[in-house]
């Protein structure tokens, strides 16, 4: 569905987006994270047209920006962080407004279009409320709407959950999933969970770079250290317990980690970044341990959970 090749944007001569390279198919939730700077809203500025690239390419579909610039934006929905709309309006004037914009002239057609918006975007109780009167969850499921009048093959969102409480979330959530049953979705986000549990696949931005593009289990699996053992022992002390772990293999990295009780000793452990994460090193510990008094209350393989993964991909010196 959409096809980036070396995207490049300059601001003088500040780089803000480098080189990108994405791939969206069809159907396809794309979740793009990265920290404040990262080059996400200009990323998706570009995409939507709003921008013309310093250079690289941009195909949707069978069509390329900038000659077909204008047939590109009549398959895009695009909603921006701030939702451009009219508090002064009611929310019913405001969609008659867009959808005359956008084309929509014939009343008996507008008028079932936006049935079928207020059922989709959960806006049947407040047609004739103010928008200003209305809470920010509201308000984005409005702006939702407006980007969603054509009923676009493609729906952009830049950071549209930001600043709404839990609840307001998981509604604009479970919007944007029954709207990804059909359309093509790129939506930014800072919130981490957000992403795991709507997208089909993630790409991470730093410093204007796609540092990671990949499902959320597949970051898990492949990214250096994103797995690693659990231990739990009751009887040593930190220090007769490090003594002896770095006799089973003096290149594993052995950190100390809070404990759940006073008397217990808890490490993470994790194989160097040159060996393969697929080797499991517990039989070794077990054994090793099993030759002492010592009880072994956890020995467990974790996953990296997606944020720390995140911040290790950008932070400052990643």
Known sequence: MIDV????????D????????????????????????????????????????????ITVKDLQ?????????????YLP???????????????TYVAKLKGIIDPVKRLARFKELAKLCGLSGIMGKPIATLSKGLKQRVGIAHAMMTNPQILILDEPTSGLDPNQIAEIRDIIRS?????TIIFSTHILSEAEATCDRI????????????????LKQNTIQASFIRLSLVGPDKNQALELLKTIDDTLEIKPVAS???????????SPENRSENVDIRSRLYLKIKKTDWIITEL???SQALEKIFRELTREDA
Do not use: W
Request: charged residues 20%.
């Open 65 to 77: 920006m900038p000659q077909d610039t204008l047939k590109i934006k009549s398959l895009i929905g």
């Open 260 to 270: 759940l009780e006073k008397q217990m000793v808890s490490f993470e452990i994790r």
């Open 5 to 12: 090749q070396n995207l490049t944007k300059y601001y003088n």
């Open 14 to 57: 500040f780089c803000a987006v480098d080189h990108i390279n994405l791939t969206v198919r069809p159907g396809e939730i794309l979740g793009l994270l990265g920290p404040n700077g990262a080059g996400k809203t200009t990323t998706l500025r570009m995409l939507t047209g709003y921008f013309k690239p310093s250079s690289g390419s």
């Open 179 to 183: 709207i990804g049953k059909e359309k």
């Open 81 to 95: 962080e701030s939702a451009p709309l009219y508090h002064n309006m009611l929310v019913y004037d405001y969609l």
């Open 203 to 218: 790409a991470i931005i730093n410093k204007g770079k796609v540092v990671a593009n990949d499902t959320t289990t597949n």
């Open 300 to 302: 467990a393989k974790e």
